[in-house]
């Protein structure tokens, strides 16, 4: 069973900056986007960003764009997301995802994707 593990969450000031990997393990296969999805407390899970199989395309949230970079290791099976002038309304629990296929979306449903991490907390004091 394909296993996706994230780390590098915390607690950071306003503006401050964080970095999230991921790294995917178990993979039998080739071939897959992996994404950034976020859950704050009360609401729904929303796309953050994605990248493509080779790495070389990006999506992004609109409420990220600019402020975050999503890239894909050389081994292909680690995503990390460098996140920058960090807000308070980006705390949340976010969430690895793998979906096999090469086409990229801003789905945020977890029927959407094949594989999830267990999610790393992201708290932006004010």
């Known amino acids: 069973q394909v296993q996706l593990k994230e780390s590098g969450g915390g607690l950071v000031q306003a503006g401050g900056s964080l970095r999230l990997f991921c790294t995917a393990t178990r993979l039998t296969f080739n071939n897959y986007i992996m994404a950034w999805v976020r859950q704050a407390p009360g609401k729904e899970r929303e796309f953050v960003a994605a990248?493509?199989?080779?790495?070389?395309?990006?999506l992004y949230a609109d409420s990220v764009q600019g402020r975050f970079t999503i890239s894909r290791g050389s081994a292909k099976n680690t995503v990390y997301l460098q996140m920058n002038s960090l807000k308070p309304e980006d705390t949340a629990v976010y969430y690895c995802?793998?979906?096999?296929?090469?086409?990229?979306?801003?789905?945020?449903?977890?029927?959407?994707?094949?594989?999830w991490g267990q999610g790393t907390q992201v708290t932006v004091s004010s």
């Open positions: 995802a793998l979906r096999k296929g090469l086409t990229l979306n801003r789905n945020s449903r977890r029927e959407e994707y094949n594989y």
């Open positions: 990248v493509s199989w080779g790495g070389e395309s990006t």
